[in-house]
């Protein structure tokens, strides 16, 4: 199989969100000359078009070709989700993030974001620590030595700016909180993730004469939230930094398990109205750095979007914010992603043009946000207490339409 990139003229119909005329193209150049590249993105549009059994067929056809390529499988095990193929998605998942990760430990590495160097030597130490493992056993440094490696990252973050600066670490230091040892929290799931005393169609009255965005507490049934906090705890899937202070724990990363896919199930299953017909299509977790900004004002590729939020409320010292500022505006019709996704000056100055009402949601313990994605959104101001358990964690799934 071939490795001809996908024309600039269909990535711009998929930038501008035309996917039935980059999946027209797509699939009349696979028919001539089919490679790898052009098969990825002919199943990445038809996910997004919905139709995930189509997307499959194009999708095991690369992974037939070449079983090592970790995207094409990471991309199966999407497609085995938004068929509620639980089990074959959780295998590929795991396929998928070993050849991930592997081919990660084979870079060099460079400089390491300081945030998340910190983030690494705290998780693993809280991770020896509550699960009675030997100290030295995740991370290979003394008491005295953590102490000082923590201290001195925390004064350069502390002075840093808007961006966080990168640290040099030499030796196996430096690779291992660069790319720690995977660690996985696995529990049988509860019967029942969403709490039973939720009123689902009066979340769907609210979301639609809300303008597509509307807000319920205690989501989540107390066994799996507990359940969904450890994992975000225990599992070093966090390996996404970014400058401004947060980490990303992405699915291509571990961020998976049974009980995100059953949970996806069970809103379906609750909100027939809203996600009958859906799939979810991609999720993520982000974890900040206490005071550092988070996510700026962008707006992503779903019909709906569901945002949980983890972290205990005792917490948060600013219990009216913290939490996510919605827009109820959606991007010009001729913005690509790349200008809608970016969070920078062109989308205030559109909103403040257009006068979009702004809806602010302070962060609870097990609050939801469900949410139009195509609206405009951003992390609102976070002043968290100090320590690894106090993070601001949340979830995030996005869910589109299913035609197959």
């Given at each position: 199989m071939g490795e001809s990139p996908v024309p600039p003229g269909i990535q711009r119909h998929i930038s501008l969100g035309r996917y039935r005329e980059a999946a027209n193209a797509l699939a009349k150049l696979c028919a001539q000359r089919p490679s790898a590249p052009m098969l990825i993105a002919l199943a990445s549009t038809r996910l997004l078009l919905g139709e995930c059994a189509a997307a499959k067929a194009d999708i095991l056809k690369v992974v037939e070709a070449d079983p090592n390529r970790w995207e094409s499988r990471f991309l199966l095990a999407r497609l085995h989700a938004g068929l509620d193929e639980r089990d074959a998605a959780l295998a590929e998942f795991r396929a998928a993030l070993d050849l991930h990760l592997g081919a990660a430990a084979q870079k060099p590495i460079g400089q390491v974001p300081a945030h998340y160097a910190l983030h690494t030597l705290e998780q693993l130490a809280y991770i020896e620590e509550v699960e009675g493992r030997p100290p030295g056993s995740l991370l290979p440094l003394n008491p005295?030595?953590?102490?000082?490696?923590?201290?001195?990252?925390?004064?350069?973050?502390?002075?840093?700016?808007?961006?966080?600066?990168?640290?040099?670490?030499?030796?196996?230091?430096?690779?291992?909180?660069?790319?720690?040892?995977?660690?996985?929290?696995?529990?049988?799931?509860?019967?029942?993730?969403?709490?039973?005393?939720?009123?689902?169609?009066?979340?769907?009255?609210?979301?639609?004469?809300?303008?597509?965005?509307?807000?319920?507490?205690?989501?989540?049934?107390?066994?799996?939230?507990?359940?969904?906090?450890?994992?975000?705890?225990?599992?070093?899937?966090?390996?996404?930094?970014?400058?401004?202070?947060?980490?990303?724990?992405?699915?291509?990363?571990?961020?998976?398990?049974?009980?995100?896919?059953?949970?996806?199930?069970?809103?379906?299953?609750?909100?027939?109205?809203?996600?009958?017909?859906?799939?979810?299509?991609?999720?993520?977790?982000?974890?900040?750095?206490?005071?550092?900004?988070?996510?700026?004002?962008?707006?992503?590729?779903?019909?709906?979007?569901?945002?949980?939020?983890?972290?205990?409320?005792?917490?948060?010292?600013?219990?009216?914010?913290?939490?996510?500022?919605?827009?109820?505006?959606?991007?010009?019709?001729?913005?690509?992603?790349q200008e809608y996704n970016s969070g920078d000056y062109r989308v205030r100055a559109f909103l403040n043009q257009s006068k979009a009402p702004k809806i602010s949601y302070a962060h609870r313990e097990n609050r939801a946000l469900f949410f139009k994605g195509t609206l405009f959104h951003e992390t609102a101001k976070c002043h968290f207490a100090d320590g690894f358990a106090n993070r601001r964690r949340n979830l995030t799934m996005l869910f589109r339409k299913t035609v197959g």
């Open positions: 005295a030595q953590r102490e000082q490696a923590s201290r001195q990252i925390n004064q350069m973050l502390d002075k840093a700016g808007v961006i966080v600066p990168g640290i040099n670490l030499p030796g196996e230091l430096g690779r291992l909180l660069a790319n720690p040892p995977l660690v996985m929290q696995d529990e049988p799931v509860p019967a029942q993730c969403l709490a039973p005393r939720n009123d689902w169609a009066d979340t769907v009255r609210n979301y639609l004469a809300q303008g597509g965005v509307t807000c319920v507490d205690n989501v989540l049934a107390p066994e799996a939230l507990g359940q969904l906090q450890r994992f975000c705890l225990r599992s070093t899937v966090w390996r996404q930094p970014n400058r401004h202070g947060y980490i990303g724990g992405l699915a291509e990363h571990g961020m998976f398990n049974r009980l995100i896919l059953q949970l996806a199930d069970e809103l379906k299953q609750a909100m027939p109205e809203l996600l009958g017909g859906h799939h979810m299509t991609y999720w993520w977790g982000f974890v900040y750095q206490h005071q550092r900004p988070g996510t700026s004002i962008h707006a992503d590729q779903s019909d709906v979007s569901f945002n949980i939020w983890l972290t205990p409320d005792s917490a948060n010292l600013d219990p009216e914010s913290g939490g996510l500022d919605v827009w109820t505006q959606e991007p010009p019709a001729d913005w690509t992603f």
